[in-house]
């Protein structure tokens, strides 16, 4: 019996753009949630705790005074690392998506590709900046609240600082996900070859631990920011455990947050890449398509799978390791 | 050799650039400008003020948005601080007591008490609340009230103990370090039902 071959369809190259469509669905669905039922706005505060409250509670003892500095000093650090892996980022997207288009026709000029990534960075960065305005009317909400009643105090810009290392962190996430889409792209699809899909799964790795990472370290970042308001508050106060409270539920619904978007990025792109590969096994050894990928080393073992899954993740795992290392710390210097 | 057509592609792609550049330059401006919580948009201490301090004009400036600047500073005036606020650090309508407090307060000094169960109401007193302190004297059987005290902080007083910070009339100063020296101390608020709201 024959299988008759039919064309591809056009819509198929909807499918090159899932790395940017789920990932846009994620960021958009939680932005829904947060203003129905989490947005604070000076005529409906919803913060748990005023204003008052905890310049009320901010404490003068030594200790705490320490502890500020201390509390600086890391968020200075982290900001600095944060800053660079949000470079690193749109420099890796850059490459992967250099790597894995076509060379364009001779006639047309060498350096259209380098154009076609200046394009897709500067409109990440259009969007990041819209969504960091849009977001900056949000004053009221309880992180806003005790970063400007304590840090805000003496560092009156730390909103503003927030509000540009947060989009420059979104257009490193966006180019990486384009840098995914890229990485499925293909003119034709019967041009595809085994080297050619090698070339694009290895392409794809780069994006999985390099956008992990930097939203690993915006977790951080986020977790020393707001570690550095609560430390203007005791621990051992009342106020001080409540804030402590709200900044792990904070810092773990951002990780969760980052999470589902590494994996919006990442997982759509690796499943279709997969499917390729297992398509080509087919036509290549139709008795034995296993046999083949064996042979050419495109099977995945769990040792191969572990260090995706770790990376996935990773900005989950962040908030409470940075919280483990910071008590492990403590016990070090007593 | 490049067709007429194609080069009209690259061209149309680096305007887009351009396009998306200038795009970006423009927003980065308005985020750095326009961004809500700037600094330079809100109400700061033009010096340092102490808490229970009835704000004027003259210690207040705005920082940014000067068509916003008396409407905002208004809000704020003739009114106590609750908390202390150093120089150039933001003053928001959270952090000042209710203008019908503003006799309350007027001849106020801040005493603080150690925090305990009872002071504390089981941790559930706030900043800006009004309640009442009775303290009955170790042995004794007679108490003494205190009646519409603001809370004004609860705050660590060392490392080991929390202490509550109260407004009381300047007049009562001595009765009450008489009535809480060595003496047991009960807070209480009252429960403001629905009924009695509405009256």
Redesign the interface.
């Given at each position: 019996m024959s299988i008759e071959e039919t064309p591809p369809s056009k819509w198929r190259r909807i499918t090159y753009l899932l790395p940017l469509i789920v990932p846009g669905l994620v960021f958009v669905t939680f932005f829904v949630f947060y203003s129905q039922f989490l947005f604070c706005s000076?005529n409906d505060p919803c913060t748990p705790l005023?204003?008052?409250?905890i310049?009320?509670?901010?404490?003068n003892?030594d200790?705490?005074r320490v502890a500020t500095y201390v509390a600086r000093a890391s968020w200075a650090l982290i900001s600095g690392v944060h800053l660079l892996a949000c470079l690193a980022a749109i420099v890796t997207a850059g490459l992967v998506i250099y790597q894995a288009l076509p060379e364009p026709e001779p006639?047309?000029?060498k350096n259209?590709k380098w154009?076609?990534i200046?394009?897709v960075v500067?409109?990440a960065?259009?969007i990041s900046?819209?969504v960091?305005?849009w977001v900056?009317?949000d004053?009221s909400s309880p992180a806003?609240t005790l970063l400007?009643?304590t840090v805000?105090?003496?560092v009156?810009?730390i909103?503003?600082y927030n509000?540009?290392a947060d989009?420059l962190s979104l257009t490193g996430t966006l180019s990486l996900a384009v840098a995914a889409c890229a990485t499925l792209w293909q003119r034709d699809a019967a041009e595809e070859n085994e080297t050619e899909l090698v070339k694009r799964v290895n392409l794809l790795r780069p994006v999985l631990y390099v956008s992990a990472a930097t939203l690993a370290i915006a977790v951080l970042k986020l977790s020393a920011t707001l570690g550095w308001a609560a430390s203007y508050l005791?621990p051992?106060?009342?106020?001080?455990k409540s804030v402590v409270i709200l900044v792990r539920g904070i810092v773990a619904s951002m990780g969760t947050f980052y999470t589902l978007l590494v994996a919006g990025v990442y997982v759509p792109a690796a499943l279709l890449l997969r499917a390729r590969i297992r398509k080509l096994a087919k036509s290549q050894k139709p008795d034995d398509p296993d046999g083949w990928l064996a042979s050419h080393g495109l099977t995945l073992s769990f040792p191969q799978y572990l260090p995706r899954v770790i990376a996935l993740l990773g900005p989950l795992l962040a908030g409470p390791l940075a919280e483990l290392l910071s008590k492990a710390a403590l016990a070090f210097t007593g | 050799?490049?067709?007429p057509e194609?080069n009209r592609?690259?061209k149309r792609?680096?305007i887009?650039?351009g396009v998306?550049?200038a795009?970006?330059g423009v927003?980065?401006w308005?985020?750095?400008t326009?961004?809500?919580?700037?600094?330079r948009s809100?109400v700061?201490a033009k010096r340092d003020l102490p808490a229970l301090r009835l704000l004027t004009n003259a210690d207040l400036e705005m920082?940014g948005s000067p068509e916003l600047s008396n409407s905002a500073i208004e809000e704020l005036t003739n009114r106590h601080l609750?908390?202390g606020?150093?120089q150039?650090?933001?003053v928001?309508?959270?952090?000042v007591a209710p203008s019908e407090s503003k006799q309350l307060l007027a001849d106020a000094i801040a005493v603080a008490i150690p925090m305990s169960a009872t002071t504390?109401l089981a941790?559930q007193l706030?900043?800006?609340d009004m309640v009442d302190l009775v303290t009955v004297p170790k042995g004794g059987t007679q108490a003494k009230t205190f009646e519409n005290l603001m809370v004004?902080?609860?705050?660590?007083a060392?490392?080991?103990a929390?202490a509550i910070?109260l407004a009381i009339p300047r007049t009562q100063r001595d009765d009450f370090a008489l009535a809480v020296t060595g003496g047991e101390l009960v807070l209480t608020r009252r429960i403001i039902v629905a009924n009695q709201q509405s009256k």
């Open positions: 000076p005023t204003a008052a409250e310049l009320s509670g901010t404490s003892l200790q705490t006639e047309y000029p259209l154009l076609l200046l394009i500067a409109a960065a259009d900046l819209l960091a305005i900056s009317t004053v806003q400007r009643t805000g105090q003496m009156p810009s909103n503003r509000r540009l989009a005791s051992d106060s009342e106020i001080g | 050799m490049a067709t194609k592609s690259v792609a680096a887009l650039l998306l550049v795009l970006g927003l980065l308005w985020l750095l326009r961004d809500p919580t700037d600094p809100r700061v920082r609750l908390v606020v150093k150039g650090g933001e928001t309508r959270e952090m504390s941790g706030h900043a800006g004004l902080s609860i705050a660590p060392n490392k080991d929390n910070t």
